[in-house]
């Protein structure tokens, strides 16, 4: 197992790139299911979650080819309808695939993904959407077993906004036969994106980008390319990491977009901001400024910059709090944190940050991805050398970042560890 030797203190200063977006990868390789062909799929991150989609897909025939930041797809033959508990216990997006398969081929088997890190993560929405379209639903043995003739139109309401249920029940919805009216709909922009590719592929989809979708079905969809949208989260956590150590960066291939928010958070902070095009330049003089910060669906905060902020306010000069409307329970680098230094109180879904202790480097252990991004910008900042266990969940998706950081500047040694 590897783990991330980091030696605080220093300032970063430089130019990166974004890469692909994880989310936005993990929700277009499975719309490969719904129509036999090649597909290119163009900035394409190499992460571990984009190799267990990989598997999963491959698992069922299809043939994946990875060439650079090319991902090409060859979805001719699908020979199995199943997604094992193996992949999918690995990564929730796995479930992805149970829309696109219950609606070309009127059966899937897929394993229920179960809880994760921080709690229980339902996929109840998922399920009702499918039912709602015609799916014959039924659970055994930890696996979800769909089934429909063919799959017919219907209204569904999201009672909460979903990224992963709008994108299933919407795959599932364009090959169905007559009008699917989805409301509430996620309009994070990887489900935009993964609604793009759908209506180049065929589908009649009315109000993309919205949370009111109109799906006429169709009875056949085609392969396309398609461009993965650059990762707003990544980008999101190398600008704060910048602002920690008072650092300068410029951030390449984003879309701004996407971060409107983020921005004008950051700027709360004191962070000198200036935007351009498809890039971003950020310069920060001073510790910031206590910003207190509620996450919240798209264009709103993202939940999974909440963890990075809490240790960007791990620096300020006086008491912030970060509040987590989406998952209550997102707090398990709270204890970690502690570990550096820091005096942070959880209080329901919120954290509570006293600002301005002295950080320094100590072992701490990875619980989920982005709980490991917190922790090495903690790390980058704590005095002395840290130590960062269970790395595999940062490799499941920040690209090569060990590398990044010390282009602009970090100190982080990526070492073999028999600690677990
Ligand atoms: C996606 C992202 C994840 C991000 C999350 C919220 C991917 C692969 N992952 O996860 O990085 O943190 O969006 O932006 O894109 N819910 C239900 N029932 C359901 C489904 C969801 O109650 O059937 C609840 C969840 O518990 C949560 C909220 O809805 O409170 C939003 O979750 P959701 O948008 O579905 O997250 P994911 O798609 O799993």
Redesign the pocket.
Known sequence: MDKFVIEGGRRLSGKLSVSGA??GS??LMPASLLAPGFYHLYNTPNLN?IWTMSRLISSMGVNCDFEGSTLTIDSREITSFEAPYEHVKK???SF?VLGPLVSRFGKARVSLPGGCAWG?????????GLEKLGAEINIEGGYVNAQAKKLIGANFHF?????????NVLMAATLAKGTTLLTNA?I?P?ITALEEMLVKMGAKINGVGTTTLEIEGVDELFPVDETTIPDR?EAATYLIAAAMTKGEITLENIIPAHLPVVFSKLGETGCQLQVYKDSVYLKMDDLPKPVDLVTS??PGI???IQAQWTAYMMLADGVSKVTDT???DRFMHIPELLRLGADINVIENAAIIQGGKKLTGAVVMSSD??ASASLILAALVAEGESEILRIYHIDRGYENIEDKLNAIGASVKRVKTDLI
Do not use: F, Q, W
């Open positions: 994880k989310n993990l929700a979650d990564m929730r997006a992805y229980p993560r339902p996929v109840d929405l998922h399920l009702k009672d909460i906004s979903s990224v992963g249920a709008t994108g996620a994070e990887e989260i669906v798209y993202p939940t999974d989406i998952y209550h991805l982005r």
